[in-house]
């Protein structure tokens, strides 16, 4: 079934501008009808800037609206437990909760209803036929169920594949799964199957010979760089292609096809991205080469709908047309603003660290610095990082090893604390700067 057609979704995949124009506005409209009249963090932030709602006619005018940044989801979101004054629902109304993975940070909690989790798995499929998903793979999922990438599971189902859950750390199960099972296609970050890459060099055994033909790869930049997309084919013999989500707007909504020139947006109907100078906040016009901030302003969601959220997703859009027939643009994941590292396919962010070691006042002062042995994002655990230690730390030992199991408890990474003295690292007026990097450039 369906194993001979090339789209998932001819008609929102292959829309033309006029087309795409009159999805993508009809949907803002409805949206807006729906926020205007349920949602309190925009009643409010709309209503403080003057907006009214007949102020927006076009998708155009979306460009009068201001940005919604991620510190006012939080703060919504501790003002009204459990789904924040941004939710335009009833709690009655939803039915699951997910969890960003807080490592920027606290969590963020995404609510679905159940319109919203239909909207989410038409889009995901959508990703997944991009990526060369078929009714017939069997597709281990080595991601936890706690993340909105565990949604990822129900549209593997619902088209028609065979899904297993691994869950994360799951090395054995995973084996297991294309062993005994046959799973022969893959959905996961790009670090996982470098990991993979790593065990079956360590454990002898032949990774192409695992059978796996295809890997769908998202969560970070690594499937997009071409060095890393190499060893991974190379190693397995099998093909990769990159995804691309938000995990405040939409599952996947970025989808490389065959031909990977960069992921097409596939989020038709149910998310409006706009990419704008992260300096000047501008909109700018999609043409290739263009490089910036990816914006998302939800057009199809009940619970929590944002508008121009910010997502900190530096992108390159790398063509406008495409040999597979997606009208959709493509664009490449070129980096965050913030300074995210990748420990071991882990996320990690300077600022959570220092959030979490700052739980242990006043053992310490609160002040890190990260040392980084190697250029950005991916480290080899484990991290180096200089904390300075409070006036009274009592063992200073005991406290090394308190914060190590804390940060690998918290943010799931191996470090290696050095405790120096209270006020010998460098401070910083404007904005901390939380790594050093030790290496030669
Ligand atoms: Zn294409």
Not at 139 to 161: D, H, K, Q
Not at 325 to 352: E, F, H, Q, W
Not at 392 to 414: H, M, T, Y
Request: glycine letters at 10%; one cysteine or more; charged letters at 25%.
């Amino acid at each position: 079934m369906n194993e001979e057609k090339k789209f998932w979704n001819e008609e929102m995949e292959t829309l033309d501008p006029e087309g795409f124009r009159r999805v993508q506005e009809a949907s803002l409209m409805k949206e807006l009808d729906h926020v205007w009249e349920n949602s309190l963090f925009y009643q409010e932030k709309f209503g403080g800037a003057g907006i009214k709602r007949e102020d927006i006619k076009t998708l155009e005018d979306l460009a009068k609206l201001p940005f919604t940044e991620k510190h006012e989801i939080r703060e919504s979101l501790s003002a009204l437990p459990p789904i924040g004054k941004h939710s335009a629902v009833e709690m009655g109304r939803v039915i699951r909760i997910y969890s960003t993975s807080g490592t920027s940070g606290n969590p963020t909690y995404i609510g679905l209803t159940f319109h919203d989790r239909d909207v989410w798995a038409e889009t995901a499929m959508r990703a997944m036929w991009t990526c060369g998903m078929r009714p017939n793979n069997i597709v281990p999922l080595p991601i936890g169920t706690f993340f909105i990438a565990a949604s990822y599971g129900e549209a593997i189902e619902l088209l028609g594949s065979t899904l297993v859950p691994v869950g994360v750390g799951a090395t054995d199960r995973f084996l297991g799964a294309v062993k005994n099972l046959g799973a022969d296609f893959v959905l996961s970050t790009a670090s996982f199957p470098l990991y993979m890459t790593t065990y079956c060099e360590k454990n002898k055994l032949d990774a192409k010979a695992l059978g796996i033909r295809g890997f769908m790869v998202g969560g970070e930049p690594g499937g997009g760089i071409p060095h890393v997309r190499q060893k991974i084919e190379e190693a397995f013999g099998a093909n990769v292609q990159e995804c691309m989500g938000n995990g405040d707007m939409l599952g996947l909504m970025w989808a490389e096809c065959e031909h990977k020139k960069g992921m097409h947006f596939i989020g038709q109907g149910a998310c409006h991205p706009e990419i704008i100078d992260p300096e000047t906040g501008v909109v700018l016009d999609i043409k290739e080469g263009l490089t910036g901030e990816l914006v998302y302003t939800a057009i199809d969601r009940e619970c929590q709908p944002l508008f121009r959220f910010r997502t900190r997703d530096h992108v390159l859009v790398t063509q406008t047309s495409c040999e597979c027939g997606r009208t959709g643009y493509c664009v490449k994941c070129i980096g965050r603003t913030d300074d995210m590292l990748i420990i071991s396919g882990v996320n990690v962010y300077p600022s959570a660290i220092r959030d979490v070691v700052g739980t242990l006042l006043p053992r310490v002062t609160g002040e890190i610095l990260v040392q980084l042995r190697e250029p950005p994002p991916s480290v080899t655990p484990p991290l180096r990082i200089k904390v300075e230690h409070g006036e009274e730390p009592g063992d200073l030992a005991v406290l090394k090893k308190d914060i190590q199991n804390i940060l690998r408890e918290k943010l799931i990474f191996s470090s290696d604390v050095e405790l120096v003295p209270p006020g010998t690292l460098p401070k910083f007026e404007y904005k901390a700067k939380l790594v050093e990097k030790i290496y030669e450039e």
